[in-house]
């Protein structure tokens, strides 16, 4: 099991930038693959982003298709770190962010293909 933290949440205007951290501890999570997904009051938990464990194809990055372009996902394995750089933020944009590690190191755009959950970080796009 690995124990995840997210930060780096926040009130933002539209267009601007946030950059979210998610620091692991425990069993490393380089061998994890990892996941961030979003959940808006009243909606069901969506994905955002997943990124393979370094050794299932060097780290392979996936998004769901309306954030493309938008959203980057990337790890730091000597941090245990993995990163969600927002641009252009809409509030659409607005939810609670969740990372998540999926063992065995292939990724999955289902919550449920996930065991282990962050607190959360709220995102507010508003003027």
């Known amino acids: 099991q690995v124990q995840l933290v997210e930060s780096g949440g926040g009130l933002v ?3 601007g930038s946030l950059r979210l951290s998610c620091a692991a501890s425990g069993r ?3 061998s994890y693959a990892m996941g961030w997904f979003r959940q808006a009051p009243g ?3 969506e994905f955002v ?3 393979r464990a370094i050794s299932w194809s060097g780290g392979a990055t996936y998004y769901a298709d309306s954030l493309k372009g938008r959203f980057t996902i990337s790890r ?8 969600l750089q927002m641009n ?3 509030p659409e944009d607005s939810a609670v962010y969740y990372c998540a590690a999926r ?3 292939s990724w999955s755009r289902s919550p449920y293909d996930y065991g282990s959950w962050g ?3 709220q995102v507010t796009v508003s003027s």
């Open 103 to 105: 063992n065995g190191g």
């Open 49 to 51: 982003a997943a990124i």
């Open 13 to 15: 205007q539209p267009g």
């Open 88 to 90: 252009s933020l809409k």
């Open 28 to 30: 490393t999570a380089s």
């Open 119 to 121: 607190q959360g970080a």
């Open 76 to 83: 730091d394995n000597a941090k245990n770190t993995v990163y």
């Open 43 to 45: 909606k069901e938990r």
